[in-house]
């Protein structure tokens, strides 16, 4: 008997693991807000505002009732915009409150008021365990993978047994899924790519080339690992697919959305005219400065988005953005990922986290 699952939310990249779950056998069904697009969904077999051109698969399904949609799944994946989770989590709630079946965050942001990332914002507005939460990260650009060009993600949760359930669902022959542990680092891999692909979009649409932004994403790998680890995130996660894949595939292509407004930033447009021109939320728009936030809390420097924010103030032009990216002073000398320098860096603060934990100045006994 085929999984049941149910899919909320339909833009491109809630289609695009709908059809990945479907042709790994699943029966699923997704939940569109809009009537006229859960009609062409499951009539049609279509979506055409999101994923022009590509036909679905016969297992899949959709509905604009909620109730109906989560109604017996065995698993439930949500990918709305970070900014209206809460409120469908709080919605469903009542639904699967006699339910176990596993949650998993499609999404790729952080709440704006509180800054908690999604599976926090998971377990906090359906008062469920952790352990039934799932995140799926990774180089995931919805219409590549809704052509069916192979690709790999990670699937984390602090319940190995949540991850690996999830992992064998959303596998198939064009779509492998690894499964890891590392919630805090997959989930802030996927804020931060967004952030720094923001920047590679502007220095884009000025009109800078590949040298610049080659700069750019190696500095910014160094950032968004320098705040993960800090914030408790395993190093190795950050090299990963759910840090320097996605941050490669985001930054580099024209599908990303965050790309994209970056481009029209750099272009000249306006915040307002950027967002009114796209059809789908950049979530690394609305998560700059609530990471910036906890970068400060963290005594974390992020030059990089720190600019990025300026540009969507409207305090720096982004044709003045290039020279200052790379660097956050005038120390001569690259400081790598974990860098040791007086400002420090993640794999000084990580020590430094483990001598507090231990509380021996780190010469306690170690564990094999």
Not at 98 to 112: C, H, N, R, T, Y
Request: aromatic share 4%; charged share 20%; glycine share 12%.
């Amino acid at each position: 008997m085929s999984l049941r699952v149910t899919v909320l939310g339909a833009g491109s990249w809630g289609t695009t693991f709908g059809k990945i779950l479907a042709d790994g056998g699943a029966d699923v069904t997704m939940w569109a807000r809009r009537a006229e697009l859960a009609r062409e969904i499951d009539e049609a077999g279509r979506n055409s505002q999101y994923l022009s051109g590509i036909n679905l698969p016969g297992g899949m399904r959709a509905t604009p009732d909620l109730t109906r949609a989560v109604s017996g799944s065995e698993q439930i994946y949500v990918s709305v915009p970070s900014s209206s989770a809460r409120d469908t989590l709080k919605q469903i709630r009542p639904l699967i409150a006699q339910s176990d079946a596993p949650i998993i965050s499609l999404m790729k942001g952080v709440e704006k008021k509180t800054g908690l990332r999604m599976s926090e914002v998971m377990a906090d507005a359906l008062r469920c365990d952790p352990a039934r939460i799932a995140v799926v990260s990774g180089p995931n650009l919805a219409l590549e993978i809704a052509k069916e060009q192979p690709t790999a993600a990670v699937v984390a949760s602090v319940s190995g047994a949540t991850a690996e359930a999830v992992a064998r669902a959303s596998s198939n022959p064009y779509f492998r899924s690894f499964v890891g542990t590392d919630v805090i680092g997959a989930e802030f891999g996927g804020v931060l790519k967004n952030l720094i692909a923001l920047a590679i979009g502007i220095v884009d649409g000025v009109g800078h080339g590949e040298n610049t932004k080659a700069s750019i994403i190696t500095r910014g790998l160094v950032e968004i690992t320098d705040f993960a680890v800090a914030h408790g995130a395993q190093p190795e996660t950050l090299q990963g697919l759910a840090g320097l894949g996605d941050l490669i595939a985001t930054c580099q292509s024209p599908l990303s959305r965050n790309n994209t407004a970056g481009r029209l930033l750099g272009q000249g447009y306006a915040l307002p005219d950027v967002v009114s021109r796209m059809e789908q939320t950049a979530e690394g728009i609305s998560s700059v400065a609530p990471i910036l936030e906890l970068a400060r809390a963290q005594g974390i420097e992020m030059p990089i988005v720190q600019q990025v924010k300026m540009v969507l103030d409207g305090t720096m032009d982004p044709r003045d953005i290039a020279p200052h990216l790379t660097t956050d002073d005038d120390t001569p000398q690259e400081e790598t990922q974990y860098g040791n320098s007086d400002r420090g860096g993640a794999l000084r603060r990580a020590f430094q986290r483990a001598r507090d934990l231990f509380g021996d100045g780190g010469r306690g006994s170690r564990r094999h």
